[in-house]
C-alpha cells in the first residue's frame, strides 16, 4: 500500500517536469510564414482600334482565260494543200497571216461556169429587153388597140430579169466558195489547237484549227452575294437597261488589280470589271464576276514576269469605293464574333462586336469597340476574362493595316 502511494507521488514530478518542456519548446518555436505568390502577368502584341477612310477590298482567285476564242471550222470541203510553216499549238501568229489553204481547183472551174452562166442570162435579158421596146413601138403604131403584157413580153422580160438574179447569184455564192478555201489568222493571237495535216481531205463543217486572242483576257471570280453589300456602297440608282456602252465598274465603283506570284517576285496587272455572270450559282450563293486585262502578252520579263496566259491560277483584287469614318482592327484579332480588349486595368476582357465587313486582311466593326481600345492580337493559349496583361504595341502590324485600308 505504502509503495503504491510512493510511485504515484514520484510520477507526478515527471509530469511536471515534460509540461515545463513543452511550454518552454511551445514559447520559443518560430511562428509560421505567411507565403504571399505574386499573380502571373501574360505579355501580348495588342493594336489600337483605328477610326479611318476604308477602300474596302476583296481578294478572290480564278483562272485566266482570253476574252477571244476563235475555231476555224471548213466552210467548203477538199484537200489540205498547205500550211502555216508555224502553225503549232503554242505559236503566235499576227492578223491577216495564211493558216492554211484548201485546194481551190474546183471552186475556180464553178466560178467560171458561174460567170459564164451569168454573161449568158445577162445577153438574154439584153435580147428581151430589146424585143420588149420593139413590141411597144408596135402598140404605139396601133393607136388605141388594146395590147396584154403577153404581147409587150413582159413576161419573158421579167424571166430573163430572173436568170440574170440567179446566174449574179450563183458566181457570188462561187466567188465565196473560193474565198473560202483560204484560211486566215482572224486577229493576232495563240494557236490552242490543230486538227489538220497537209493532204488531208477536210468534209464542210469540220474543226481545222482554234486559236486565241493575245489582245485581252479575262479571269472569272466567286464573290459570295453577303459580301457584295460591303463591297459596293452606293446610294444611287442604276438602269442595267442602259449601260450598254458604260464600263461596269465605273457604275457600280469598282477598280480591279491581278496579282500572280512567282519565286520572289510578285506580278501586277491593272484589269477592270467587265461584267457580271448570268446567274447565281444557287449552290454556293456566289455571282460571277469577270475581270478583264487588256495587253496580257505586255512588259514580258523572262523568270521575272511572265505573260498573263491562259490556264493560269491568280489572285483578284476587288476595289470599291471609299468609306469614311469606319473603325477597323485586323483580322487576327478576330477570335469568331469576339475580340480581347486590354482595359484599363491591364486586364482582358472579352468583347462581342458586330462585323460589318472584311476586307483582305481587315475587319470593319460596326459596334462593340471605341477608337483608340487596344485589342490583342497575340495567339492566346488559355484566354481568361480577367487574366493579368502586359500589353506592346506592334507597330509593324499596324503600319500593314494602315497600308491594306488605304488599298
Not at 162 to 178: E, G, H, I
Not at 198 to 213: E, K
Amino acid at each position: 500500500m505504502k509503495n503504491t502511494r510512493l510511485k504515484r507521488l514520484l510520477i507526478i514530478p515527471v509530469i511536471l517536469i515534460g509540461v515545463a518542456v513543452f511550454m518552454i519548446l511551445v514559447k520559443n518555436s518560430a511562428k509560421p510564414v505567411r507565403m504571399v505568390v505574386a499573380e502571373k502577368v501574360t505579355a501580348v502584341r495588342v493594336i489600337s482600334v483605328l477610326e479611318a477612310t476604308v477602300a474596302p477590298q476583296l481578294k478572290a482567285t480564278g483562272n485566266v482565260k482570253p476574252s477571244r476564242v476563235w475555231s476555224g471550222v471548213a466552210q467548203v470541203s477538199g484537200k489540205i494543200i498547205s500550211l502555216h510553216s508555224r502553225l503549232k499549238q503554242g505559236a503566235l501568229i499576227a492578223e491577216g497571216e495564211v493558216l492554211l489553204q484548201i485546194d481551190p481547183r474546183d471552186y475556180q472551174l464553178a466560178k467560171i461556169l458561174a460567170n459564164a452562166r451569168a454573161k449568158e442570162a445577162e445577153q438574154l435579158l439584153a435580147t428581151e429587153r430589146g424585143r420588149a421596146r420593139q413590141a411597144k413601138r408596135e402598140w404605139r403604131n396601133l393607136g388605141n388597140a388594146d395590147a396584154n403584157d403577153l404581147f409587150l413580153r413582159k413576161p419573158q422580160l421579167a424571166s430573163a430579169e430572173a436568170q440574170v438574179a440567179a446566174a449574179k447569184a450563183d458566181l457570188a455564192k462561187a466567188d465565196l466558195n473560193l474565198e473560202r478555201t483560204t484560211i486566215l489568222m482572224p486577229f493576232n493571237g495563240r494557236i490552242a489547237e490543230v486538227k489538220v495535216e497537209l493532204q488531208q481531205f477536210v468534209a464542210q463543217g469540220s474543226l481545222m484549227v482554234v486559236a486565241d486572242g493575245i489582245s485581252k483576257a479575262e479571269i472569272a471570280v466567286q464573290i459570295p452575294m453577303e459580301q457584295w453589300g460591303n463591297l459596293i456602297h452606293s446610294e444611287a440608282i442604276i438602269n442595267l437597261e442602259e449601260m450598254k456602252d458604260i464600263e461596269l465598274g465605273k457604275q457600280l465603283g469598282l477598280s480591279a488589280r491581278v496579282l500572280f506570284k512567282q519565286n520572289q517576285y510578285l506580278i501586277e496587272w491593272d484589269a477592270k470589271v467587265a461584267r457580271l455572270s448570268d446567274a447565281l450559282d444557287p449552290r454556293t450563293r456566289t455571282v460571277g464576276v469577270i475581270i478583264e486585262v487588256d495587253k496580257p502578252y505586255a512588259q514580258v520579263q523572262p523568270g521575272r514576269r511572265p505573260p498573263l496566259v491562259k490556264g493560269l491560277f491568280v489572285d483578284v483584287i476587288l476595289k470599291g469605293r471609299q468609306q469614311e469614318n469606319r473603325l477597323v482592327v485586323p483580322l487576327i484579332a478576330l477570335h469568331g464574333q469576339q475580340v480581347y480588349v486590354v482595359n484599363q486595368e491591364q486586364r482582358l476582357e472579352q468583347r462581342k462586336v458586330t462585323i460589318g465587313s472584311k476586307g483582305v486582311d481587315y475587319a470593319i466593326i460596326v459596334s462593340g469597340l471605341q477608337a483608340g481600345e487596344q485589342v490583342v492580337i497575340s495567339g492566346l493559349i488559355s484566354a481568361v476574362e480577367g487574366m493579368l496583361l502586359k500589353p506592346t504595341a506592334d507597330e509593324v502590324t499596324l503600319k500593314q493595316l494602315l497600308s491594306s485600308i488605304q488599298g
